[in-house]
């Protein structure tokens, strides 16, 4: 199982990315799918999670109102528009699939990750 994260750069604060992650070698159809992100000398922490179906999503606190997680039904493909971005947002951000159908939040509950996109975002 393979996943490719896309999308990652540099913008202002207040600028918009929307990152794209695809997986591969398996469909992930039926599973919740979510994105990490770790910012150095950070553990890594949760920032969205979507339900296998798209109609369940959480999201941290530190991003609700400007990140949307969205997947397309049915397929092994999930996006986070992120808007509003602020410095304290830059880090790698990591896609994952999650172990159930559901959106979660624990790292523990996802099992295939992929290698990382870096955001990067300027005062």
């Known amino acids: 199982v393979q996943l490719q994260a896309y999308g990652g750069g540099s913008v202002q604060a207040g600028g918009s990315l929307r990152l794209s992650c695809v997986v591969s070698g398996r469909t992930a159809s039926n599973n919740g799918m979510g994105w990490f992100r770790q910012a150095p000398g950070k553990e890594r922490e949760f920032v969205a999670g979507?339900?296998?179906?798209?109609?369940?999503?959480a999201y941290a606190d530190s991003v609700k109102g400007r990140f949307t997680i969205s997947r397309v039904y049915a397929r092994s493909t999930v996006f986070l528009e992120m808007n509003d971005l602020k410095p304290e947002d830059t880090a790698v951000y990591y896609c994952a699939v999650a172990r159930s159908s559901v959106a979660a939040s624990s790292a523990e509950r996802y099992h295939y990750w992929g290698q990382g996109t870096q955001v990067t975002v300027s005062s």
């Open positions: 979507i339900s296998w179906r798209g109609d369940g999503a």
